[in-house]
Structure formats: C-alpha cells, structure tokens
C-alpha cells in the first residue's frame, strides 16, 4: 500500500518562505513522477509543479518563486516557495502517479497541509 505523508505547511508573512516535504512510503515503481497540486477556498485544485525524470513543470503563478526537487533515494519530494503571497493561501497536495502512460496508472494523494500567507 502506498502512502504519502505530507508536511511543512503552516502561516508565513507576505515575501516569506516555506518547504514543503512530502515523503512516499510502499511499493514504489521506477516508472513515476510526484508533484504538488494546491486547493483555494471555494476554487478548483490546480498543478503547483510536477518533476519528471526529464525535467519540471510549473504553473505560471509560481514560476520563478517555488521550485521543486525530489530525493529519489528517500522517494521524497519538496516544494521550496519563496516570496509568499496572500493569492498562495491555499491546502496543498502531494501528488504521486505510478505508471504513468500506460493503462496501469494509479495516481495517490497526500492528506493535504495548510499553507496561509497573511500579515
């Protein structure tokens, strides 16, 4: 069974920081990717950043602010956010895909942690 345990959210100033860590724990696949997906109230989920084998993804509110890596060994990954705005309030998720591309994807979710930007 695979989990996801989500953690590093939290309240922060406008222009703070904080790092979110997600850490994945079961049988884990080579063929994945994890990413980060954030939840508004009252809004829609959407994609904060995706890391591939090959390369990044991210939306393009938080390009140039957030960046993300993953410690394959640990199969964990992080969301370094920067420059915190109030517009970044939101619940963040940790997403991982397994088999991505084939008929065999499974896709888990973190529980989900609180980020709120405000003075």
């Known amino acids: 069974q695979v989990q996801l345990v989500e953690s590093g959210g939290g309240l922060v100033q406008p222009g703070g920081s904080l790092r979110l860590s997600c850490a994945a724990s079961g049988s884990i696949p080579s063929s994945n990717y994890m990413g980060w997906y954030r939840q508004a109230p009252g809004k829609q989920r959407e994609l904060v950043a995706t890391?591939?084998?090959?390369?990044?993804n991210y939306a393009d509110s938080v390009k140039g602010r957030f960046t993300i890596s993953r410690d394959n060994a640990k199969n964990t990954v992080y969301l370094q956010m920067n420059s915190l705005k109030p517009e970044d309030t939101a619940v963040y998720y940790c997403n991982l895909v397994l088999r991505p591309y084939t008929n065999m994807r499974r896709d888990y979710w973190g529980q989900g942690t609180q980020v709120t930007v405000s003075s």
């Open positions: 890391m591939y084998s090959d390369g990044t």
